[in-house]
């Protein structure tokens, strides 16, 4: 039983301060994982590959995977309850008071305050997947070339993703890459 208010814990904390979207749990994650051993950072890479393709925000996916390696499917139903519900108060607090909010001063300089947070974090989770990924020359390449097309040539993400996925099913066939 206690595992599982930890488990529930450590996942609504996550879920209190990780603003930015999905990616930006990363961090609080790599941190559980260090803290509690519950998963290696390596099985937290692979969360992350297997959450950014199935349907559902990645921070949500994560913590389902996350707790269904420590405790089952009731510790993947704690982890997602717990990393859902800090949203679940926010907004419906905020709905109740929208219209006091949208003139605020205050509040919009809270937000404008967390946008440079939140790439703070997404930043630091992509450095840190960079020194933790198995990293292919032929890989690296691709990526550099596909994020500096993105910039020049703006199309929609999945356009990028497909793009990746058909080179990657290429060389993956022709064992070029470490697939």
Known sequence: MKLFALLFFQFFHV???SFGGGY???PFLYD???KYHWYSSKQLTDMLAIASITPGPVGVN???YAGFTTSGIFGALIATSAIILPSFIIVTIISKFL???KTNEMVQGAIH???P???A???AVGIRLLFTSNLHLIGTIILLILISTSFVKKQDPLFYLGISALIGLILGHFNLIGV
């Open 15 to 17: 879920g209190i301060f």
């Open 24 to 26: 930006a749990t990363l």
């Open 32 to 34: 559980i994982a260090e």
């Open 62 to 64: 994560v913590a389902t």
């Open 99 to 101: 219209d006091k909010f």
């Open 113 to 115: 305050a967390l946008k």
């Open 117 to 119: 947070a939140g790439c």
């Open 121 to 123: 974090l997404l930043s």
